[in-house]
């Protein structure tokens, strides 16, 4: 079974920081670009950012940009979402997506993501 689980969400003050998991399973994750979206209530979904298989091949939106950091293990099936000085328009229920994409660009265009979890909260603010 095709499952992606992300864990680590919570409430942070502003400034702070979140680590997000995102546990793979039912698939060679090894061939599968992730991406991270964020969708905060009454708004549309939007790309946070991406990491090829590579791991070299990193992608990240302009509101986040040397703030968060995304990392994956493919010995572990994982992939981690960094998020520091982080700000009350970070909130939202993070996702982390996958896609069968061996190329050293990834995309954050959610219509790229066959794949998706659940989702996981996080609230910043004081």
């Known amino acids: 079974q095709v499952q992606l689980v992300e864990s680590g969400g919570g409430l942070v003050q502003p400034g702070g920081s979140l680590r997000l998991s995102c546990a793979a399973s039912?698939?060679?994750?090894?061939?599968?670009?992730i991406g991270w979206f964020r969708q905060a209530q009454g708004k549309e979904r939007e790309g946070v950012g991406c990491?090829?298989?590579?791991?070299?091949?990193?992608y990240y939106e302009d509101a986040v940009k040397g703030r968060f950091t995304i990392s994956r293990s493919n010995a572990e099936n994982t992939g981690d979402l960094q998020m520091d000085s982080l700000k009350p328009e970070d909130t939202g229920v993070y996702f982390c997506?996958?896609?069968?994409?061996?190329?050293?660009?990834?995309?954050?265009?959610?219509?790229?993501?066959?794949?998706w979890g659940q989702g996981t909260q996080v609230t910043v603010s004081s």
């Open positions: 990491i090829s298989v590579s791991e070299g091949g990193t």
């Open positions: 997506a996958a896609d069968f994409f061996t190329g050293y660009v990834c995309s954050t265009a959610a219509g790229e993501y066959p794949t």
């Open positions: 039912g698939f060679n994750f090894e061939y599968y670009a």
